[in-house]
């Protein structure tokens, strides 16, 4: 699978983020400390294998927006 974009409404601290710059390969993000690496990877996991059962594991939106959001990903089989 290939990520082509991330879109994330609502998670921890991002709102209305679109991360649509990927190649195929690795990609590697970069910030400071508390930018949020930590926090997209959780969206990343979170919206590809499942969010925790408890509501506040789930990473509620803090800065506003419908919680969650959508990843677009080209599949093996095309």
């Known amino acids: 699978m290939i990520l082509r974009e991330i879109y994330i409404d609502g998670f921890g601290i991002f709102n209305g ?3 649509d710059n990927l190649n ?3 990609n590697i993000i970069l910030g400071e400390n ?3 690496k930590s926090t997209l990877l959780k969206f990343i996991r979170y919206t590809l294998f499942g969010y ?6 789930r990473m509620s939106p ?4 419908n919680h969650g959001g959508r990843i677009k990903a080209l599949m ?3």
């Open 76 to 78: 093996k089989s095309g």
């Open 62 to 65: 803090l800065n506003g927006g």
């Open 52 to 57: 925790p059962r408890l509501r506040e594991q």
């Open 24 to 26: 195929k390969g690795i």
């Open 34 to 36: 508390e930018a949020g």
């Open 17 to 19: 983020k679109t991360i």
